[in-house]
């Protein structure tokens, strides 16, 4: 039978980002979506679940190393660099798959609490990551990285990915709540050989490749040197011809923009990490200018820190404006479509990201419960936009659900004991530090 979500508002994600007033949400038997809108057209009986205030997609964080929950707030004053290979890989090195597990599995816990229902990761013991959000039940597009260092041989990290596609398929579990992807690191730390076999073995199983590109000012010195630009040497090595989501695209130029926007490519804009690590202010308004498909990405929750993707929605709005200089540049509206449709467009996924017929069912209850409702539901539909955006943010989200199946009630997980998983953080990350 359908479960039918009914709310006073419901916003579905769509282009014009319209706001429906007396709105459900149909669910059925798979977690698939048959119907979005007024109340009123709603087909059929439905076993109706009454809620107050707003639904909305689940959110889509387009770039996360959620596992690093375990090294919160490690170094949190250094520049990238710095940061990476004085604190973080010497910490990373001491990481077994359990702790990766139970970082994992607080990290997704965070997100759902918060409204995120789908994250693309890049981490190490990536099979004890997908285990950990099968048993949140949260989304993943998932990778463990490929990357040249001392005692990491990238050939055998690209032959594990293959094996694990060809054995379990791009997407598995429950709801298809599992996809794998190729995790390339970055240009800067693999060789053009390294990108040029994982373009290979990507366009052939028609699978996702997250990389790192042009973060840092610094970072890629020896590739601009060579080959322009970072996203020249992509498109030289075959990335740009697939599927590729480009991971904080800080410092590009217009021909770079130009060339992503011509392949196809996806960015995730990293607004949070990137101010707090000093890499910049990514060209967001010159990137949706071009048709670059863009999404929000929170980074690690080392590099930001945590996994809240509100506050990217409001960041990218924030530091659009400022660098600009133009209070129109990106809407509230705007940026909540970063943060679902874009960022299912930038994971090239055409099943999640917006309530639509045939849509995956991940939706996200907010109550009203708070002082930025004060005013009520009944003002204009760009006022409302704006005090959930500017004001509410992810404070009042309640409830969530997805493929249909609910995994956040009353704002806590369904599933997992948080107070147990952060204890079993506490105790991983005393060891790290040691």
Not at 4 to 18: E, I, T, W
Not at 119 to 146: K, N, Q
Not at 298 to 321: F, H, I
């Amino acid at each position: 039978m359908i479960h039918r979500l009914s709310a006073p508002v419901v916003l579905p994600a769509d282009p014009d980002c319209s706001v429906v007033r007396d709105g459900v949400v149909d669910i059925d038997d798979t977690g698939r979506i048959t119907y979005c809108g007024p109340a009123a057209s709603a087909p059929g009986q439905a076993r109706v679940t009454e809620l107050p205030g707003i639904l909305l997609p689940g959110l889509v964080n387009t770039h996360a190393h959620s596992p690093m929950v375990l090294l919160r707030g490690m170094g949190g004053d250094l520049p990238l660099l710095r940061w990476l290979r004085e604190v973080i890989w010497p910490a990373e090195a001491k990481l077994r798959p359990d702790d990766v597990h139970a970082g994992m599995l607080l990290g997704s816990v965070e997100m759902l609490r918060r409204g995120v229902t789908t994250s693309a990761e890049m981490y190490f013991h990536a099979e004890r990551m997908a285990d950990a959000v099968l048993a949140t039940g949260a989304r993943v597009v998932l990778g463990g990285p490929i990357i040249d260092l001392p005692g990491l041989d990238w050939r055998a990290m690209l032959a594990a990915a293959d094996r694990w596609i060809d054995t379990d398929g791009l997407r598995f579990g429950p709801g298809e709540r599992v996809e794998l992807s190729y995790a390339a690191h970055s240009a800067y730390m693999l060789p053009p050989e390294a990108l040029r076999e994982i373009a290979e073995a990507a366009a052939q199983r028609h699978a996702l490749v997250q990389i790192h590109v042009a973060e840092a000012p610094d970072e890629d010195e020896k590739q601009r040197a060579e080959y322009g630009s970072v996203p020249r040497l992509l498109d030289e090595v075959g990335l740009l011809d697939g599927r590729l989501i480009a991971a904080h695209a800080v410092h590009l130029s217009d021909e770079d923009i130009a060339l992503l926007a011509a392949r196809g490519a996806g960015v995730a804009h990293c607004p949070g990490s990137n101010a707090k690590l000093a890499s910049g202010i990514a060209r967001l308004t010159d990137l949706r200018a071009a048709s670059v498909a863009v999404g929000l990405g929170t980074d690690g929750p080392a590099s930001n820190d945590d996994l809240d993707l509100w506050e990217e929605v409001q960041l990218s709005a924030m530091l659009a404006r400022v660098s600009t200089q133009d209070s129109t540049a990106v809407s509230a509206a705007d940026a909540l479509l970063l943060a679902t449709r874009g960022g299912a467009q930038a994971l090239g996924r055409d099943d999640i990201g917006s309530l639509e017929p045939g849509h995956w069912a991940d939706v996200v209850h907010v109550d009203l419960d708070d002082p930025a409702f004060a005013t009520g539901l009944d003002v204009p539909d760009d006022q409302l936009l704006a005090n959930l955006v500017w004001a509410a943010g992810s404070r009042r989200v309640r409830d969530v659900w997805v493929a249909g199946e609910q995994v956040v009630a009353g704002g806590e997980s369904v599933r997992i004991d948080r107070a147990e998983a952060q204890a079993k953080v506490a105790t991983a990350s005393a060891r790290i530090r040691n």
